[in-house]
């Protein structure tokens, strides 16, 4: 399901622009709103609607999922921590479904670098790197012996 932008809630702030992978979410330089310039060649990741500030993204469903008289809102609500998705149905049903917002805070990640270098042993051991203190256990569990 591709995306598209109502024009009249967009500001033009750009966050989808800058998150789009597929770069086909591009500001109109007369109205400076965003538009989807290519939905064909659209992801389909939603990055874009889940970035977008003033909820002005939504999805345009395929008629096979959702036929003409549906459709489909997405609402970014940051203090409740949790995006929810409301599929309104031709016949009148509706589904809703809210996921949380797991983005993990800008700068937080601590980068590989910042890491000590592992040591010749540690290359030829069998835990993955930085286990177990990354995982915040003092061991990782082995099965008991038979
Ligand atoms: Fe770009 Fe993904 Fe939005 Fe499609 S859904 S316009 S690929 S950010
Ligand atoms: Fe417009 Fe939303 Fe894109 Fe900002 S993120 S330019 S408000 S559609």
Known sequence: ?????YMT??????ECVDICPSDIMHIDKTY????????????????????????????????????MGHS???LREEEKRII???LKFRDGREK??????RTTPWGS?????????????ALN??????????LHIEALPTLPPK
């Not at 051991?125 to 990354?134: G, N, R, V, W, Y």
């Open 32 to 67: 400076r709103r965003a538009y989807n310039i290519e939905p064909n060649f659209c992801w389909e990741c939603y990055s874009c609607v889940k970035a977008c500030p003033q909820h002005a993204i939504d999805v345009r469903g395929y008629a096979d999922f959702a036929p």
């Open 9 to 14: 809630r967009c500001d033009g702030c750009g």
């Open 84 to 86: 929810s998705w409301k």
């Open 109 to 121: 990640i601590k980068p590989p670098y910042d890491y000590e270098a592992p040591s010749p042993e």
């Open 96 to 101: 809703n479904f809210v996921s949380p917002i």
């Open 72 to 74: 489909v809102r997405v």
């Open 1 to 5: 399901m591709p995306t598209f932008v």
């Open 125 to 134: 051991a069998q835990e993955l790197s930085h286990e177990p203190e990354a």
